[in-house]
């Protein structure tokens, strides 16, 4: 028998997003992308160290949810960015996505200054939009991860210097090795992109005292 046909089509979705404070009336936002089986709201609130009244939290959810505990249980459920299967289609639909958020949040007044705050899967995510989408991003920061693999860092290069880039990850992270992080420092100094890394004693995970730094 032949192989079947795999035809794609485009539908309508409902994305869902959290928010800290009132986006359009602060000047300056933060837009945080979960990792691996996070949701919205919970990265939201880890997010609060952030938050003040001429700054908000914005944190967009993953378009596709499963349970994280299994099929048993039922109970605790997870959002992800994409897989690798249909993964142009995946990102395209998750950068527009992000894209749509940020004009549906701001209304007819953009924010001054856009922070993108992307956590481990969160992290590929967010250097993806910053580069592939429409939205101006002035600040980058990816915690506990890397730019996107497959990014061609010299495609996007003049945009890369432009942004401020901060990379960050615990000491214990498992996810940031020396090694991983001394190959990333040099794929980056390859193209003369600068960034600033950082670290923090902790694993794989957020730690409010850096969300502070961030900001002082």
Known sequence: MPDPTVHTLRVER???VATLG?????????????????????????????ARPDRCVVAPEGLSRFYV?????????????????ARDAEIHDYVR?????????????????????????????????????????D?????????????DLSEHVDRLRALDLTLIAGTEDPYVT???????????QTHDIPATFRSFDGGHQLDAAMLRTLTS
């Open 69 to 85: 505990d299994g099929m048993d249980t039922h109970e605790q459920v997870g959002a992800s960015w994409m897989t690798r299967e």
């Open 178 to 188: 020396d090694e991983r992080r001394a190959a990333l420092q040099r794929r980056l």
């Open 14 to 16: 409902t994305a869902r």
């Open 22 to 50: 009132r986006p359009a009336t602060t000047s300056t936002w933060w837009v945080g992308l979960h990792g691996y089986g996070q949701l919205a709201p919970d990265f939201a609130q880890s997010l609060a160290p952030l």
């Open 97 to 137: 996505a992000l894209d749509a958020t940020v004009r549906h949040l701001a209304g007819d007044d953009a924010p001054t200054t856009l922070c993108a705050l992307g956590f481990s899967q969160g992290a590929a995510t967010a250097s993806r939009w910053a580069l592939l989408g429409d939205t101006a991003v």
């Open 139 to 151: 600040r980058l920061v990816l915690w506990g991860g890397a730019p996107a693999h497959d990014l």
